[in-house]
């Protein structure tokens, strides 16, 4: 499999993955008008929706994917049994919210929570069709309809920001709720639409649904490990410290988001490619596109690590005018992260694509109970900045640990990885020479 089978969908991947960035710079106008411990309250209330998103996706969504990227004929079934466990999920995750009531109070520290997280629901249902669009398109590479739907998603909540920041009105954390379902509504309509001729709904047997739980239990598993990863962090800094001191934390987290946009560009692309090359027996091709991404990934997020760390103070100086100084360490601290990034993208896609879920399973719990205990070691004298440490060491471990278990199965090295700098630079010169 050539690589320029895939620049086209990588650009439009990148370019779907911007959607986030510009969100986050919108982002900035609502931590710069609300409150610090609104900002708060609001940030812990994004966090619980994005690990209950995440770990949908990953029990249910990306195992069907895969299976349907190994077997197209079965997709109607696949589809029609996501389709009901993904939205019994959603219902008793809605539920399961409601009902803890003031236990988020007592939990976080902010009475104003309880009363926010009754539009829990609101939030998870109104990405269900959104969802399971976006994963159907996946199986096929379909990347250019799944940038609109980010377009219009994305689009729809940064102009209700802005109004409502025009009009002086975003100081209440319900007004981004208000945006985000908004969005998602005009995001799940245009998703069936595009996606309509791959919606066949079909009796399931029981057989499907246990494909699905036999590969979504490590895979599912492993994607809740790596949200409690992601977004724990956030949410352990408000439950030890303040939603204020969580504001600080997420407020630099926000500028990690552009490092975390490759990431996900990156696993649109990888996870059915390697699954593909896998099930056709293509070994060489595929260590050698390890290789090949590896070092691109490398080459693009190395300079953007020294740029972030030398112009942070200066960036979040200007924009919110010395509000947020405290999270410049904090920041600084994210961004060394992001150069362990490229080995935990391929480790971890490669593993997945490959049916290697259990392994995966267990390095990443064992790297969970590692950055739990870092974070809760760290951020209790620390705060923010020692939180930060925990998850930029434990991504370090954990890219490490990837890239150990995964040469098992696919043996690309270091030597390989540099070795391509030179086929890479004759691709290039190549591939932009023969274009108009």
């Given at each position: 499999?050539?690589?320029?089978?895939?620049?086209?969908?990588?650009?439009?991947?990148?370019?779907?993955?911007?959607?986030?960035?510009?969100?986050?710079?919108?982002?900035?106008?609502?931590?710069?008008?609300?409150?610090?411990?609104?900002?708060?309250?609001?940030?812990l209330f994004q966090l619980v929706w994005m690990v209950m998103t995440w770990i949908g996706d990953n029990f249910i969504l990306q195992p069907m994917v895969k299976l349907a990227?190994?077997?197209?004929?079965?997709?109607?079934?696949?589809?029609s049994a996501s389709f009901?466990?993904?939205?019994?999920?959603?219902?008793?995750?809605?539920?399961?919210?409601?009902?803890?009531?003031?236990?988020?109070?007592?939990?976080?520290?902010?009475?104003?929570?309880?009363?926010?997280?009754?539009?829990?629901?609101?939030?998870?249902?109104?990405?269900?069709?959104?969802?399971?669009?976006?994963?159907t398109l996946q199986i096929d590479y379909q990347i250019i309809r799944i940038f609109w739907l980010d377009v219009i998603y994305f689009g729809v909540v940064i102009i209700l920001i802005?109004?409502?920041?025009?009009?002086?009105?975003?100081?209440?954390?319900?007004?981004?709720?208000?945006?985000?379902?908004?969005?998602a509504i005009c995001s799940s309509l245009l998703g069936v639409a595009l996606a309509r001729k791959k919606i066949h709904f079909r009796h399931a047997h029981t057989e499907m649904y246990k494909k699905i739980y036999r590969l979504g239990i490590f895979q599912g598993g492993t994607g809740?490990?790596?949200?409690?990863?992601?977004?724990?962090?956030?949410?352990?800094?408000?439950?030890?410290?303040?939603?204020?001191?969580?504001?600080?934390?997420?407020?630099?987290?926000?500028?990690?988001?552009?490092?975390?946009?490759?990431r996900d560009a990156a696993n649109l692309i990888i996870l059915p490619m390697t699954s593909k090359l896998h099930a056709e027996r293509e070994h060489a091709s595929l260590?050698?596109?390890?290789?090949?991404?590896?070092?691109?990934?490398?080459?693009?997020?190395?300079?953007?690590?020294?740029?972030?760390?030398?112009?942070?103070?200066?960036?979040?100086?200007?924009?919110?005018?010395?509000?947020?100084?405290?999270?410049?360490?904090?920041?600084?601290?994210?961004?060394?992260?992001?150069?362990?990034?490229?080995?935990?993208?391929?480790?971890?896609?490669?593993?997945?694509g490959i049916g290697q879920t259990r392994p995966l399973f267990r390095?990443?719990?064992?790297?969970?109970?590692?950055?739990?205990?870092l974070l809760v070691g760290l951020t209790i004298p620390f705060g923010s900045a020692g939180a930060a440490c925990a998850l930029t060491i434990a991504s370090f471990i954990y890219a490490a640990a990837c890239m150990r278990v995964t040469q098992n199965f696919i043996p690309f090295s270091a030597r390989g990885i540099v070795s391509r700098m030179k086929e890479l630079q004759q691709f290039a010169t190549s591939y932009f020479s023969s274009r108009p």
């Open positions: 499999m050539k690589l320029t089978q895939h620049i086209g969908n990588g650009a439009w991947a990148m370019a779907d993955k911007s959607m986030p960035m510009l969100y986050g710079a919108a982002f900035l106008l609502v931590a710069k008008q609300m409150d610090t411990a609104e900002f708060g309250v609001w940030v990227a190994d077997n197209k004929d079965d997709l109607p079934a696949l589809f009901i466990m993904y939205g019994v999920f959603l219902i008793v995750s809605s539920a399961v919210i409601w009902l803890m009531g003031d236990l988020w109070s007592v939990m976080f520290h902010a009475p104003e929570l309880p009363w926010l997280m009754r539009w829990m629901s609101a939030m998870l249902i109104s990405n269900f069709l959104r969802n399971l669009a976006i994963r802005f109004w409502f920041t025009y009009h002086n009105e975003m100081h209440e954390p319900v007004k981004m709720v208000y945006a985000n379902v908004a969005g809740s490990l790596l949200a409690i990863q992601a977004q724990m962090d956030g949410l352990l800094v408000g439950i030890i410290r303040t939603p204020s001191e969580a504001a600080i934390y997420q407020v630099a987290k926000t500028f990690f988001r552009a490092f975390e946009a490759i260590v050698a596109v390890c290789e090949k991404l590896i070092f691109i990934m490398f080459v693009a997020i190395a300079p953007s690590v020294l740029v972030l760390i030398a112009g942070s103070h200066f960036l979040l100086h200007i924009i919110y005018q010395g509000k947020y100084d405290s999270s410049v360490a904090v920041l600084q601290i994210f961004t060394l992260g992001g150069l362990a990034l490229p080995l935990t993208i391929i480790g971890t896609n490669v593993l997945l390095i990443t719990l064992t790297n969970t109970v590692i950055f739990l205990t």
